[in-house]
């Protein structure tokens, strides 16, 4: 573990406002080869940091002279007032998880989308994590939740995407999400090719469905089998979009080059 650009078997927290009441940001980043997608990362963070008006701020170099020799797993970068901390753990979804599949359950937790900390990825993530815990007990992978408003918003730990006849519907940011960074990469790539309509989608859609898949950066692209009751099929659009984004990670290596 890293703190504070200082590496330490015994690493030191100053304590602040992150420590006490959880105001600080954090980003789970892909590392294969190379961080993938590193700026995109940065990017939100530094944004979500000045909108907290947190005085701190991380660059690529930072990471890149942090994280030398490191590949194949999961960077965490945590941020607040006066810590900046890098740990790495090993990637954990194998092959086996992309053969089988997820299985969701609706949450019966309401997101507000009028909440400033809803499209930020905070420290205080406890009812993201009592959620995806409670229903992995349970059998499940996921747990998705519905807005104020009783429109599908985001996973625990997922965006989500709900294929249908010639369409792909997602939630929009207004519904109350966070924006990914894999969720905007298929929007902006993809979105023209497979018709990707962002929008208020009602629980109701979902019995429509031909086929769905969450994504998240560790993730990537995952095809759900089960919602709640409903089962689906490993659907062709899905497997297209997957082996897009997987050979564009693995080709382009999904960055950006490294800035001071």
């Given at each position: 573990?890293?703190?504070?650009?200082?590496?330490?078997?015994?690493?030191i927290i100053e304590y602040d406002?992150?420590?006490?009441?959880?105001?600080?940001?954090?980003?789970?980043?892909?590392?294969?080869?190379?961080?993938?997608?590193l700026d995109e990362h940065l990017e939100r963070l530094n944004k979500g940091l000045k909108?907290?008006?947190?005085?701190?701020?991380?660059?690529?170099k930072m990471v890149y002279d942090n994280i030398c020799g490191v590949t194949n797993c999961a960077l965490k970068i945590m941020v607040s007032e006066k810590n900046i901390i890098l740990s790495?753990?090993?990637l954990k979804y194998t092959e086996d998880y992309y053969d089988r599949g997820?299985?969701?359950?609706?949450?019966?937790?309401?997101?507000?989308?009028?909440?400033?900390?809803?499209?930020?990825?905070?420290f205080n993530y406890l009812e993201n994590i009592i959620e995806k815990e409670k229903w992995q007990k349970q059998g499940f992978d996921e747990a998705v939740f519905l807005n104020i408003n009783d429109?599908?918003?985001e996973g625990t730990m997922s965006n989500i995407f709900i294929?249908?006849?010639?369409?792909?519907?997602?939630?929009?940011?207004?519904?109350?999400?966070l924006n990914g960074v894999v969720r905007n990469?298929?929007?902006?790539?993809?979105?023209?090719?497979?018709?990707?309509?962002?929008?208020?989608?009602?629980?109701?859609?979902?019995?429509?469905?031909?086929?769905?898949f969450i994504t998240n950066s560790l993730l990537g692209v995952m095809w759900v089998r089960q919602f709640e009751n409903l089962y689906f099929p490993k659907h062709k659009i899905y497997e297209e979009i997957r082996n897009y984004y997987n050979e564009y990670i693995k080709n382009n290596k999904a960055k950006k080059g490294v800035k001071s």
């Open positions: 573990m890293i703190i504070n650009l200082i590496k330490n078997d015994k690493p406002s992150g420590f006490f009441f959880g105001k600080g940001l954090f980003e789970t980043i892909l590392i294969l080869k190379e961080p993938v997608f909108k907290l008006e947190i005085n701190n701020e991380v660059n690529s790495a753990r090993e997820f299985k969701i359950k609706l949450s019966s937790i309401k997101k507000n989308p009028e909440s400033p900390i809803v499209s930020l990825k905070s429109y599908i918003t294929i249908l006849d010639d369409f792909i519907l997602t939630p929009s940011v207004e519904c109350g999400l990469f298929i929007i902006n790539k993809l979105g023209s090719k497979f018709n990707i309509i962002e929008g208020k989608i009602p629980l109701s859609v979902i019995k429509q469905c031909k086929g769905m």
